[in-house]
């Protein structure tokens, strides 16, 4: 990873034999800063637990762990780069030297674009509320450097053994994991979610896979939400391909359900928590193989 030699920006880990047609990724868990990258924030500590989605690789780890699924998890923090934005999110302004004239295609078709505008682009600029993450600029050789070493390299990783498990299977899904603040109710309803579905309004899998994931969570007596307020992003629009036999759902599971009152450190609620996804992850698995037909469904009995 770049700053910190050789330590790994990303790990895959497979069990001997998957239980199931499913990848469980997490790439904004990440928590190894260089120390170059923490002495020039402003507020290192206050602007890694917002940027953070907090210890949910420990809930992600448990649910690979017994549902026999392969985990991707991102070790490089979202504050270095966000793997959930395109190559192109980029905001120029903070970048030494401004936006080059040339641009390649891929990265130049994503000027301009809104998030990387409001602050939480590929590379994270500021925090609603806060203001400015950085005290200075960052050089293009670090940046290209990144986008290299972590972003390419993670979503080949990720696009490779989704091709595998494919090949397998006959199908394949990719569960993107991730956590979010505490929401609040909606208009006439009890309590805030405690869960978030996305799938790309439907783009990026099989229909019957959200139905699937809501109805399960209802019967266990869970709140949740489908793409509100969080549909996915650009994890969910690479690498989701439901017509390929390729489907990607997103979802965000609520800091408070797991973590301490600061939002900070594992709390005794962690282990409910990650047997409540397991058994989410079950049900989607044993669905996605259901829709890959016969070959995936002997490979799940077998």
């Known amino acids: 990873m770049p700053g910190l030699g050789d330590a790994p920006a990303f790990t895959l880990t497979r069990p001997p034999r998957l239980g199931l047609p499913v990848l469980v990724a997490v790439p904004h868990a990440g928590r190894a800063y260089p120390d170059h990258v923490t002495a ?76 990387a505008r409001s602050g939480l ?66 208009e006439g309803e009890a309590r805030a979610p405690l869960v978030v579905i996305g799938d790309r309004f439907g783009a990026s899998c099989h229909n019957r896979l959200a139905g699937r994931a809501l109805a399960h969570l209802e019967t266990r007596g869970v709140t949740a939400t489908h793409n509100r307020p969080y549909s996915g992003g650009y994890v969910l629009d690479r690498h989701g391909a439901p017509q390929d036999g390729t489907h990607a759902v997103q979802i965000e599971v609520c800091r408070t359900a797991y973590l301490d009152r600061n939002l900070a450190e594992p709390a005794a609620g962690l282990p409910a928590v990650a047997a409540m996804l397991t058994s989410l992850v079950r049900e989607l698995g044993a669905e996605a193989a259901r829709i890959g037909g016969a070959h995936a469904l002997r490979q799940a009995a077998e």
Request: glycine share 10%.
């Open 40 to 115: 020039r924030m402003r507020d290192p500590g206050h602007a890694q637990l917002r940027l953070e989605d907090r210890h949910v690789d420990r809930l992600a780890i448990a649910i690979a762990r017994e549902a026999g699924a392969a985990l991707l998890v991102a070790h490089a923090p979202r504050a270095l780069l966000d793997l959930n934005r395109a190559p192109g999110d980029i905001d120029w302004d903070m970048i030494e030297g401004g936006r080059p004239a040339d641009l390649p295609a891929h990265i130049a078709v994503h000027h301009g674009n809104a998030r």
């Open 121 to 186: 682009g590929l590379v994270p600029r500021r925090l609603p509320g806060s203001g400015e993450i950085w005290r200075g600029r960052l050089s293009r050789d670090e940046l290209t450097a990144r986008i290299e070493g972590i972003h390419t390299a993670y979503h080949a990783m990720l696009s490779d053994e989704l091709a595998r498990i494919r090949q397998e299977w006959g199908v394949a899904l990719l569960v993107d994991l991730h956590s979010m603040p505490p929401l609040r109710a909606g």
